[in-house]
């Protein structure tokens, strides 16, 4: 079974602060993908990682950057945190697209307060 | 640009009756796929629809794609409380890894 884990289920921090997201995954997936969720608006998509070191913006990269160093980590970072960046993250990965197939798998989610 | 809109996006519908929650996306695309979120959980994939034509089943859900009419229907047949959540279709973005969500179907299914 593929196994996607986020660091933290639950997170508060303060305005301003650095944040870092991390996302690990264990079956060899090229894709990963970060989405923000709100009530509402459905999942969109932050940033994606294609391969190692590689990265892609996604619908709303404002605020928000990504680290892929190792194939099974991905990282979001927050880089001055604000509360209109409260909200449920959930991480996914993808294989390479067997017969043109991008099934996503999805970690736990992470929920972050900006206070 | 690929939208990807569902309705309805609240239903509630009582145990035993049958219902379809619609998903229509606006470009062309093969690839259609229905996740699943209980609440305060994360998304499950419950169905990857890879063709015009094609037709999922499991228990008491129904998926199919019309990839002509860019339209996908999740059928429910006979409710049960179990099948309460969010359910969310996503459509692939021009062949690329990306996928596009409809905002979601929240189901209630009551006794």
């Known amino acids: 079974d593929v196994k996607v884990t986020q660091s933290s289920r639950y997170l508060v921090k303060r305005t301003g602060e650095k944040v870092f997201l991390e996302c690990v995954q264990d079956?060899?997936?090229?894709?990963m993908f970060w989405y923000r969720q709100d009530p509402g608006l459905g999942l969109r998509l932050i940033y994606f990682s294609y391969d190692v070191k590689m990265k892609e913006k996604g619908d709303i990269p404002e605020g928000y950057s990504v680290s892929r160093e190792k194939k099974e980590r991905f990282s979001l970072i927050l880089e001055s945190a604000s509360t209109n960046q409260t909200s449920m993250y959930l991480c996914?990965?993808?294989?390479?697209?067997?017969?043109?197939?991008?099934?996503?798998?999805f970690g736990p989610g992470t929920r972050l307060t900006v206070t | 640009e690929l939208k990807v809109e569902q309705n309805p996006l609240f239903l509630s519908m009582q145990e035993g009756k049958n219902y379809t929650i619609y998903c229509n996306y606006s470009?062309?695309?093969?690839?259609l796929y229905w996740y699943r979120q209980d609440p305060g959980k994360s998304l499950e994939s419950l169905f990857v629809l890879l063709s015009n034509g094609a037709v999922k089943q499991e228990g008491r859900l129904m998926a199919s794609l019309d990839t002509k009419a860019r339209l996908s229907t999740l059928h429910i047949t006979a409710a049960v409380h179990d099948l309460s959540a969010t359910y969310f279709c996503a459509v692939e973005q021009g062949g690329s890894e990306k996928l596009v969500f409809g905002k979601g179907t929240k189901l209630t299914v009551n006794p």
């Open positions: 996914a990965s993808s294989p390479p697209g067997l017969a043109g197939v991008y099934e996503q798998y």
């Open positions: 079956m060899d997936h090229e894709n």
């Open positions: 470009t062309t695309s093969d690839r």
